[in-house]
């Protein structure tokens, strides 16, 4: 009998347009001869099933199912396609642990963890990987520009903490810069973390766990038209995408090994996709992504092709995984 698999998408944050491209592309990618897949759309106002035409189906949320053509459909398993809150940030995962339902993105503990940039860092600081310096700031908070200058220089990256898809960064050049960066950044979340910019090679690493082994995907060099890789880089085609990265032996295994020790470290299951800064031969960690894009174009399923998986046997595997391990 197939399996029924929900595709959750949307979410309650900026990123939810992004996260309707990569559930579309789940969808499209499942293997319809082996999974009834349902596309579900989360939203603040409403949660519901969007049919082949086009009609809504309420989710019922005491037991996360639907009802169709007078049948009630109790889901398998979830597909985790949301960027950002709730899909990112550990709510959703609470839910569907409490509901007992499988999921293909990693535990709510987790997920909380790494939506944090500043918990991420400094959780990973002991085990040897590095990042940027930086000052934290929380709404509220008297803002001294000359020390948070003194201590992480100039440029810097002001950032919104809990937030992805570049939402709420700003490159600042030139200290009277730093306020209206703040500002923007408090638009997307109430906490901020400035951090100093770091001169070197920007890649991104994929890690997932396939057919019970957890691997690193080829890695993929990021070259941004822009001052960084900001939103319109990432999603307007402003930046140059190179997979395999062009970056030595030693470099590939370094960050390598950081990115399967930060997955180890923190208990990962499913899809990661961490973002280093390589100065030399020593790589420093920016953030990492648990539901990263999945776009036939997003980076991840990028780094998938060159390593032979498909989109639909990537998908396939997230979801033996999640109901393999719950």
């Known amino acids: 009998m197939k399996k029924n698999i929900a595709i959750i998408m949307g979410g309650y944050s900026s990123e939810y347009k992004i996260s309707l491209i990569s559930g579309s592309v789940v969808y499209k990618f499942i293997d319809k001869e082996k999974y009834n897949a349902y596309s579900l759309h989360i939203f603040k106002d409403k949660w519901v099933c969007i049919t082949e035409d086009n009609q809504e189906i309420t989710v019922n949320k005491n037991d996360f199912s639907i009802e169709?053509?007078?049948?009630?459909?109790?889901f398998d398993c979830v597909f985790n396609a949301i960027h950002g809150t709730p899909g990112e940030d550990g709510l959703i995962q609470s839910y569907f642990e409490l509901l007992n339902i499988p999921q293909t993105s990693c535990s709510a503990y987790q997920a909380a963890i790494t939506f944090n940039k500043r918990d991420l860092l400094s959780i990973l600081k002991p085990y040897g990987i590095k990042s940027a310096p930086s000052h934290y700031l929380n709404l509220g908070d008297?803002?001294?520009?000359?020390?948070?200058?003194?201590?992480?220089?100039?440029?810097?990256?002001?950032?919104?903490?809990?937030?992805?898809s570049s939402f709420g960064i700003s490159k600042v050049h030139k200290k009277e810069d730093l306020a209206t960066a703040i500002d923007i950044a408090y638009k997307e979340d109430d906490e901020i973390i400035i951090e100093g910019?770091?001169?070197?090679?920007?890649?991104?690493?994929?890690?997932?766990t396939y057919k019970g082994e957890v691997i690193?995907?080829?890695?993929?060099?990021?070259?941004?038209?822009?001052?960084?890789?900001?939103?319109?880089?990432?999603?307007?085609?402003?930046?140059?995408?190179?997979?395999?990265?062009?970056?030595?032996?030693?470099q590939e295994k370094n960050v390598s090994e950081l990115a399967l020790k930060a997955y180890k470290v923190l208990k990962m299951k499913g899809?990661?996709?961490?973002?280093?800064?390589?100065?030399?031969d020593?790589?420093?960690?920016?953030e990492m992504n648990t539901t990263p894009g999945l776009t036939e174009e997003s980076i991840l399923p990028q780094q998938a092709n060159i390593a032979g998986i498909s989109l639909s046997e990537l998908f396939e595997n997230a979801i033996n995984e999640a109901i393999n391990n719950n």
Do not use: H, W
Not at 68 to 74: A, E, T
Not at 223 to 250: L, M, V
Not at 282 to 286: D, H, R, S, T, V
């Open 216 to 250: 690193v995907l080829p890695i993929t060099e990021i070259i941004s038209e822009n001052d960084f890789f900001d939103y319109d880089a990432k999603y307007n085609g402003k930046c140059q995408e190179i997979t395999p990265a062009r970056i030595s032996k030693t």
């Open 197 to 208: 910019f770091l001169n070197g090679t920007e890649v991104s690493v994929g890690v997932i």
């Open 282 to 286: 020593e790589p420093f960690m920016l």
């Open 68 to 74: 169709v053509s007078n049948q009630k459909i109790i």
């Open 142 to 164: 008297v803002v001294n520009e000359d020390e948070i200058i003194e201590k992480v220089g100039l440029p810097c990256f002001v950032k919104a903490n809990k937030a992805g």
């Open 271 to 280: 899809f990661t996709r961490s973002e280093f800064i390589i100065i030399g």
